[in-house]
């Protein structure tokens, strides 16, 4: 038997949905009895995306089923509205990125971010690091983060890398937690203070008597240069500062 329900989408959800769904109210049929989260997802809305569901005005979760009748209401992320509960617990700052976001992920892990990336790495295989691990999975792949196994994840809105790092932390709130040059950018590894040997850095570099870093996982070493400040101007721009 088929029923109705009212369905609105809010904020960047919309971003989503077919252009005449959009930032309307929209009247949806379907069969049987659906859970919530199942109707919102055939809009093409991640689950990942959403942060409340008012259903006739009570917040309900992923599981609710649906009889007809309902007026659904959809909030993003970034939508706070006290009282209310979240669908989720508080995301971690460890974050998974997928294999298209190689730029982001240096960005992030030069702000002191724990970022894995492989730019070889499986859907399934991100999918198991963002279970297993702990993370969430950053992600352009709408696919990708409907899985069901996917708790915590983010779809990447910004295409230029710069403006994907800022995306990245309005949305989770990591301001105030970016402890910039204590990664390494190619592997992930914790930096620590270290003294080079002839060959390690370049002889005009090793001459200098400044401070380097390595790299405690792939013995990189990294010291203060143009690079960095090249890499300053370039996240001033966006309103990033390390």
């Known amino acids: 038997m088929s029923h109705h329900c009212d369905f609105r989408f809010y904020g960047e959800l919309n971003d989503f949905l077919r252009p005449p769904l959009r930032r309307r ?3 949806h049929a379907f069969d049987g009895t ?135 932390l309005d949305r989770f709130h990591l301001q105030e937690h970016t402890a910039p040059l204590t990664r390494c950018t190619r592997c992930n590894g914790r930096l620590a203070d270290a003294t080079p040997a002839r060959g390690d850095v370049p002889e005009s570099v090793l001459g200098e008597h400044i401070r380097f870093r390595r790299c405690l996982s792939c013995g990189r070493f990294y010291w203060p240069g143009g690079h960095v400040r090249r890499l300053r101007g370039r996240l001033a721009e966006v309103g990033v500062r390390i």
């Open 34 to 168: 659906p859970s919530v989260k199942d109707r919102i997802e055939s809009f093409g809305v991640p689950h990942t995306e959403v942060d409340l569901i008012l259903v006739d005005g009570g917040a309900v979760g992923f599981e609710h089923r649906l009889r007809g009748g309902e007026r659904v209401a959809v909030y993003p992320t970034f939508q706070r509205l006290d009282g209310l509960p979240r669908l989720r617990s508080t995301p971690p700052d460890r974050f998974v990125l997928d294999v298209h976001l190689g730029a982001l992920a240096r960005y992030l892990r030069l702000l002191g971010f724990d970022c894995a990336y492989a730019n070889d790495a499986t859907d399934d295989a991100l999918v198991e690091m963002s279970r297993t691990e702990h993370r969430t999975l950053l992600s352009r792949d709408v696919g990708l983060l409907r899985r069901a196994a996917v708790v915590h994840g983010g779809f990447v809105h910004e295409t230029d890398p710069r403006r994907q790092v800022r995306e990245v």
């Open 25 to 27: 109210t929209v009247v």
